[in-house]
């Protein structure tokens, strides 16, 4: 299949079977088959993805902030193996439901310390 | 017959939540200044958000996408987190005055300084935003705000010299004040008409509410009815000001100011009128630009929003609504005046206006995301040459309030 990583994929929603919203496609893994042809071996997601796509002093700032808000030392990004991947139209979907993948850090760090300590937060306002 | 009440409902909410503390504050000191020199403006605005808000509307039904999702996309992750920067910081102090229009409003009912109700107004805010249904959020405040005909009811009972009205809708001009002063107030006006977070918080609703292609006349309907219908609430605004101030009297400085002309009309009914109005439209407004601020961040950064889902499965969402409404209430307990703030939001909305609109503009003629649904020419049109109208306002708006000193 022939793609334009940095028009159709790059910076795009990610999107899990049921519709809930997973990341973006931060930056992307390659990997070599048998005959030395590069292919897109995953999608990474996450702010420290992002961050170091970005580089410089702003992309370092992403990366410090999502590593203030984790529990383990450095963030590292969800990354997603393309065989996931059920189509790219306005979005990327995958087969898998977002319960399959590994959860963002700082999504579970800010559900246990802030969210999950509000009553209420189990239900959804519709 | 459901349908049609959920068609009317969708207008009136459109209505409502048209107005805000910045038309309030601008309107009425447009008309108190100047009369209605400054009709053209709200026309102007009103026809460019139509415009626009349609072409958000039809890209969140057609695609499932907020607008504000697909600008990276488009933009770059730098371009785009630029945007992100302004246009957050623009909507939080855009909610902070919101927010203070709510404590002026209790303070006008009460007698209780706003400052005690600042904090009580952010605590009601957020749990509204926490627990109401979508739905039901923006019909409550949307219907309630249409108390504001009160303003263009008294207008018959005022002693109002239409001729007069009418010839400075058509001839008016600087009024004695300065054109400095005339153009900060217009392009003051024109910023309060076409605020970015109104598209941010549309397109993001759509996408709330489930469009789909199917919805897309209904999507139509209520802007094309209900923006023009809350233009034409700013514009009676602009009108019993003119009527009860101009030429002479002060500028409107407070709400009080502002709910005067009811007053003068009907009296403590008025007064109690134009302070249900003036509540339910700013509170409306700090529940879409929280949203509006949240919204922003996590459609940028991918992550999982919307009141759709329940608040521990959109954290990072939650937690941003959160720290924003904070960050507004912080802002008021600074103890800046609510009005002088909402001026200063203005000049300031003024300055990032195209980064909100020339990405709808983009992703609107974007067959990725629209296939044949992509803007015709008359939209195009409209389109870029209302761009251009914002470009020009956008420039303008420092260069104006630095040498009018915010346009005294």
Known sequence: ?126 | MRKLLAATLGVLSAVGGFVDIGDLVAASQAGARFGMAHAWVLLLGVMGICAYAEMAGRVAAVSGRAVFDLVRERLGPRVALLNLVASYLVTVLTLAAELGGVGLALQLASGLSYLLWVPVAAAAVWLVLWRMRFQLMERVFGLAGLALVGFAVALFWLPTDWAALGRSAAHGGAAGQGWGAYWFVAVALFASTVSPYEVFFFSSGGVEERWSAADLADARSSVLIGFPVGGFLALSLIATAAVVYHPGGPSPDSLAQVAQPAVLAFGAAGLAVATLAFFAVTFGAALETGLSAAYAAAQYFGWQWGKWVSPREAARFHSVLLVSVLLGMLVLLTTVNPVTLTEYMLVLSAVVLPLTYLPILIVANDRTYLGDRVNGPLANLLGVVFLLVIVVASVAAVPLAVVTGMGR
């Open chain 1, 1 to 126: 299949m022939r793609m334009q990583l940095g028009r159709q994929l790059l910076d795009r929603q990610i999107v899990d079977r049921d519709g809930r919203l997973v990341g973006k496609v931060d930056d992307v893994e390659f990997g070599v088959d048998a005959d030395g042809v590069p292919y897109v071996a995953a999608l990474l997601t996450g702010q420290g993805a992002l961050g170091q796509r970005i580089g410089g002093r702003i992309g370092r700032l992403l990366v410090a902030v999502a590593d203030r808000f984790t529990e383990e030392r450095a963030v590292t990004p969800l990354r997603i193996p393309y065989r996931l991947v059920e189509r790219v139209d306005s979005a990327v979907r995958l087969r898998a439901c977002l319960g399959d993948l590994p959860a963002s850090p700082v999504e579970q760090w800010l559900r246990r310390h802030l969210i999950d300590r509000i009553p209420g937060a189990d239900r959804a306002g519709g």
